[in-house]
């Protein structure tokens, strides 16, 4: 598949937004654990809102046809993306009464609206990766791993995000402990990631049936067209294999192994986000680029 | 009503006529619109709902009765390889997968006859029901932003100006070796039916189970046809056959 920028850089970046906003609302019930004054819990605040207001600007850029986008709104009966689109369109006049609630100290609102917004932003998590997961014609991406993956590594890189939020505090209030989630969630995702590649080499279908045909070698003889088409720009994207090697374990390594050694025996929250947001980005990059669609076979693949 | 197309590839001969014909009548119809760009320039491209590709296969038992491979056989009979000419389009599938992705409901399926259609001004071009076919069914027409697809030229098969014998799609009508015959598969009694009752259809990547409407008919079993000469010779022919060289030096 090709791996369009603007849709790489809407999943990550709004992944880590709610997922630093699921941690930040966590993070807000539990004041004598994790003592965190309102400025504070507003920067946060604004650096999740922006990092998903400005994933999900991003994620129409890869539209042909804008002016229609609203429809998207419309058949949450059947497509997980439309789904997505209206949660996340829920998001906001959800977290803006959540906003005015603890402005004006009602207690008897915080709590809906707070559970309210966290399971809004697991199930926007959940949809964003049933996009890729529900298609049958991307045998790499239809598992459940692809859901999972999208759940844990926004929640994961939200969790990495929450002590570089922590320590904008003021430093009368003391220094930031080890941070045991974010330590927890990189391990998993690491593990999670890593059981994703091993499972890769699983061939699925074959160019004999693509054409029905059920013995015998079938190559192609002629694709019939002398230029690129639309199907090979949006599935032929190929990978070379010794440049997937290097950037898988570019991702492991930044996304998860070096944030977590940072998180374990320094302070350098910021360093350790930046380096998990660059790694998820180079993951998303491969997500795409190493999925092969079964068109693929039409073309002469022998299997995909 | 089913409506959609038999195709039969034993005898599609790949002209891409029906490509053609496809490309003439949507490229400016009611419901197309298959633009081309940079058509006489050094990278043209363009949009088409219907593509014609080359196979060829090799070592299959049901073309090639004897023995198999690259390799001649022990009676000195090369292997039969069959080439087979893929046209592919819109399946309008029964399970239409990419109709239920589709956030805008820009894509739908016709419920009186099966057709499976993109609204233009619905459409916003996320490229999701394109990843949703696996027969590469569906292109972006870039001018406009909007997926673009087979109609089965839903503005040519139930326009009652045309004569009656011209109510088919424009491949249809093309195929210059009648290999595209158009029909409703719910009707026993249609020319399609009865065909894939009579050949069966290709099971073409039935795991996925989106049910196509159109039916490729199999390729036919070759006939065998006997080597005239014997292909070890004896020396009384082998002496013949020196002295017609001989003479006709």
Same mark, same amino acid.
């Given at each position: 598949m090709k791996p369009a920028l603007s849709v790489i850089f809407f999943t990550v970046g709004s992944g880590a937004g709610l997922g630093l906003m699921v941690w930040l609302l966590i993070a807000s019930l539990m004041p004598s654990h994790i003592r965190m004054d309102a400025l504070t819990f507003y920067k946060g605040a604004a650096i999740a809102a922006a990092l998903i207001t400005a994933g999900l600007m991003s994620s129409t850029l890869h539209l042909a046809n804008r002016r229609n986008a609203i429809y998207a709104l419309t058949r949450w009966r059947t497509s997980w993306l439309s789904r997505e689109a209206l949660l996340s369109l829920a998001l906001y006049p959800v977290a803006a009464?959540?906003?005015?609630?603890?402005?004006?100290?009602?207690?008897?609102?915080?709590?809906?609206?707070?559970?309210?917004?966290?399971?809004?932003?697991?199930?926007?998590?959940?949809?964003?990766?049933?996009?890729?997961?529900?298609?049958?014609?991307?045998?790499?991406?239809?598992?459940?791993?692809?859901?999972?993956?999208?759940?844990?590594?926004g929640l994961m890189s939200g969790a990495v995000l929450l002590p570089a939020v922590l320590s904008l505090r003021p430093a009368e209030v003391g220094p930031i402990g080890r941070p045991m989630m974010a330590v927890v969630l990189l391990a998993l995702g690491a593990a999670l990631y890593v059981a994703y590649l091993m499972k890769?080499?699983?061939?699925?279908?074959?160019?004999?049936?693509?054409?029905?045909?059920?013995?015998?070698?079938?190559?192609?003889?002629?694709?019939?067209?002398?230029?690129?088409?639309?199907?090979?720009?949006?599935?032929?994207?190929?990978?070379?294999?010794?440049?997937?090697?290097?950037?898988?374990?570019?991702?492991?390594?930044?996304?998860?192994?070096?944030?977590?050694?940072?998180?374990?025996?320094?302070?350098?929250?910021?360093?350790?986000?930046?380096?998990?947001?660059?790694?998820?980005?180079?993951?998303?990059?491969?997500?795409?680029?190493?999925?092969?669609?079964?068109?693929?076979?039409?073309?002469?693949?022998?299997?995909? | 009503m089913r409506l959609g197309l038999a195709i039969d590839l034993d005898t599609c001969v790949g002209c891409h006529a029906c490509a053609v014909a496809c490309k003439e009548w949507n490229g400016r119809s009611l419901m197309g619109g298959a633009p081309d760009y940079d058509a006489y320039g050094a990278a043209p491209g363009g949009t088409w709902y219907n593509r014609v590709r080359h196979y060829e296969?090799?070592?299959?038992?049901?073309?090639?009765?004897?023995?198999?491979?690259?390799?001649?056989?022990?009676?000195?009979?090369?292997?039969?390889?069959?080439?087979?000419?893929? !046209?592919?389009? %819109? @399946?309008? /599938?029964?399970?239409?997968?990419?109709?239920?992705?589709?956030?805008?409901?820009?894509?739908?399926?016709?419920?009186?006859?099966?057709?499976?259609?993109?609204? !233009?001004?619905? %459409? @916003?071009? /996320?490229?999701?029901?394109?990843?949703?076919?696996?027969?590469?069914?569906?292109?972006?027409?870039?001018?406009?932003?909007?997926?673009?697809?087979?109609?089965?030229c839903v503005d040519r098969i139930y326009d009652e100006r045309l004569p009656e014998a011209e109510r088919q799609p424009a491949c249809v009508l093309a195929c210059p070796a009648h290999a595209r015959i158009f029909g409703d598969f719910d009707d026993p009694a249609s020319p399609v039916s009865q065909r894939v009752a009579a050949r069966g259809r290709q099971d073409m990547l039935g795991a996925l189970d989106y049910r196509p409407t159109n039916a490729y008919l199999p390729p036919r079993k070759p006939v065998e046809i006997a080597p005239t000469l014997p292909l070890r010779q004896g020396l009384t022919e082998q002496a013949k056959a020196f002295v017609n060289r001989l003479i006709n030096l």
């Amino acid at each position: 598949m090709k791996p369009a920028l603007s849709v790489i850089f809407f999943t990550v970046g709004s992944g880590a937004g709610l997922g630093l906003m699921v941690w930040l609302l966590i993070a807000s019930l539990m004041p004598s654990h994790i003592r965190m004054d309102a400025l504070t819990f507003y920067k946060g605040a604004a650096i999740a809102a922006a990092l998903i207001t400005a994933g999900l600007m991003s994620s129409t850029l890869h539209l042909a046809n804008r002016r229609n986008a609203i429809y998207a709104l419309t058949r949450w009966r059947t497509s997980w993306l439309s789904r997505e689109a209206l949660l996340s369109l829920a998001l906001y006049p959800v977290a803006a009464l959540h906003l005015y609630a603890l402005e004006r100290g009602l207690p008897q609102v915080t709590p809906i609206t707070l559970w309210l917004l966290v399971a809004l932003a697991l199930a926007i998590l959940f949809c964003t990766g049933m996009i890729y997961g529900c298609l049958k014609t991307v045998p790499r991406w239809n598992t459940w791993m692809t859901p999972a993956k999208y759940l844990l590594f926004g929640l994961m890189s939200g969790a990495v995000l929450l002590p570089a939020v922590l320590s904008l505090r003021p430093a009368e209030v003391g220094p930031i402990g080890r941070p045991m989630m974010a330590v927890v969630l990189l391990a998993l995702g690491a593990a999670l990631y890593v059981a994703y590649l091993m499972k890769h080499p699983r061939t699925t279908h074959r160019i004999n049936d693509a054409l029905g045909v059920r013995a015998g070698r079938v190559r192609l003889l002629d694709a019939g067209h002398s230029h690129a088409t639309f199907l090979t720009d949006e599935f032929g994207f190929v990978l070379a294999r010794e440049r997937a090697r290097v950037l898988r374990w570019a991702a492991i390594a930044a996304g998860f192994v070096l944030p977590l050694l940072l998180c374990c025996f320094t302070q350098w929250f910021w360093t350790a986000s930046v380096l998990c947001l660059i790694g998820l980005l180079v993951e998303r990059w491969l997500f795409f680029a190493e999925a092969e669609h079964v068109v693929r076979l039409y073309h002469g693949q022998p299997h995909v | 009503m089913r409506l959609g197309l038999a195709i039969d590839l034993d005898t599609c001969v790949g002209c891409h006529a029906c490509a053609v014909a496809c490309k003439e009548w949507n490229g400016r119809s009611l419901m197309g619109g298959a633009p081309d760009y940079d058509a006489y320039g050094a990278a043209p491209g363009g949009t088409w709902y219907n593509r014609v590709r080359h196979y060829e296969i090799e070592g299959d038992p049901t073309y090639s009765p004897h023995a198999c491979g690259a390799l001649p056989d022990t009676d000195g009979l090369q292997p039969l390889s069959k080439t087979v000419n893929v !046209p592919l389009s %819109c @399946m309008h /599938c029964e399970e239409a997968h990419c109709v239920s992705v589709c956030p805008t409901g820009a894509s739908y399926k016709r419920a009186e006859d099966g057709i499976v259609l993109v609204d !233009p001004a619905r %459409c @916003m071009g /996320c490229n999701y029901c394109s990843w949703a076919c696996p027969y590469g069914a569906r292109e972006l027409d870039q001018d406009e932003g909007v997926m673009k697809k087979c109609t089965l030229c839903v503005d040519r098969i139930y326009d009652e100006r045309l004569p009656e014998a011209e109510r088919q799609p424009a491949c249809v009508l093309a195929c210059p070796a009648h290999a595209r015959i158009f029909g409703d598969f719910d009707d026993p009694a249609s020319p399609v039916s009865q065909r894939v009752a009579a050949r069966g259809r290709q099971d073409m990547l039935g795991a996925l189970d989106y049910r196509p409407t159109n039916a490729y008919l199999p390729p036919r079993k070759p006939v065998e046809i006997a080597p005239t000469l014997p292909l070890r010779q004896g020396l009384t022919e082998q002496a013949k056959a020196f002295v017609n060289r001989l003479i006709n030096l």
